[in-house]
């Protein structure tokens, strides 16, 4: 039986790895998943584009150039409508410093501490890219409806999972398991979709 073909991962959230992992596990997707950190020589991507498709297919792309293997890539974000669809593709340095949890969740908090809750909807979106050494590249993208509630709860999540509930739960992301969470989740949904791409490495 020949090996599963390698495919690296170009993400350094650390919290990102083991979840993809076992998203595109359960979805059988047949690949052996290495993240990027294992290519010291591979520089970090900026993301200049104004989608979540755009930074993801930038990632992807580079990154598969650099290594000469395939490369998944997502990005991914909350968009609250009472913000305009914002934080949106700033997700991750909504608060001035790329990365800062804790900050993000306290200052989009503190955006709509007036906003009632009746107009706090929100949705998580993600877009995932898969981009090949022959330059072919694959998108596709998952989402999540819910709400933003008024105090974080829950600890299995990172990001904003805390203060987000999806339409027809009664938990935030971050006190759903983690199957749970990868059931409505969308990363969840847009690895899914992209694992069918996955499996024509094969």
């Known amino acids: 039986m020949s090996a599963s073909p390698k495919v690296v991962l170009a993400?350094?959230?650390?919290?990102?790895?083991?979840?993809?992992?076992?998203?595109?596990?359960?979805?059988?997707?047949?690949?052996?998943?290495?993240?990027v950190s294992d290519f010291p020589g591979v520089s970090d991507v900026e993301e200049?584009?104004?989608?979540?498709?755009?930074?993801?297919?930038?990632?992807?792309?580079?990154v598969a150039v650099a290594t000469g293997?395939?490369?998944?890539?997502d990005d991914s974000g909350l968009t609250v409508a009472a913000l305009g669809g914002m934080p949106g593709v700033f997700s991750a340095r909504w608060a001035g410093v790329h990365g800062d949890d804790v900050a993000n969740?306290?200052?989009?908090?503190?955006?709509l501490t007036s906003v009632p809750d009746e107009s706090?909807?929100?949705?998580?979106?993600?877009?995932?890219?898969?981009?090949l050494p022959d330059g072919r590249s694959f998108t596709a993208e998952g989402r999540c409806d819910g709400v933003v509630v008024r105090s974080p709860r829950g600890s299995n999540g990172f990001g904003y999972d805390p203060?987000?509930?999806?339409s027809?739960?009664?938990?935030?992301?971050?006190?759903?398991?983690?199957?749970?969470?990868?059931?409505?989740?969308?990363?969840g949904r847009a690895f899914r979709a992209i694992a069918v791409h996955l499996a024509e490495l094969a």
Request: glycine share 4%.
């Open 11 to 35: 993400t350094r959230n650390a919290h990102k790895v083991p979840e993809i992992s076992r998203i595109l596990a359960a979805a059988g997707a047949p690949v052996s998943l290495v993240p």
């Open 48 to 62: 200049t584009g104004l989608t979540f498709e755009e930074n993801a297919l930038l990632k992807a792309r580079a």
């Open 69 to 73: 293997l395939p490369a998944l890539a």
């Open 105 to 111: 969740l306290r200052l989009v908090l503190a955006q």
């Open 120 to 131: 706090r909807q929100a949705a998580f979106v993600c877009v995932a890219a898969l981009a």
């Open 163 to 166: 203060i987000f509930v999806a």
């Open 168 to 187: 027809g739960s009664t938990l935030t992301t971050a006190e759903l398991s983690p199957a749970g969470k990868d059931a409505i989740s969308h990363r």
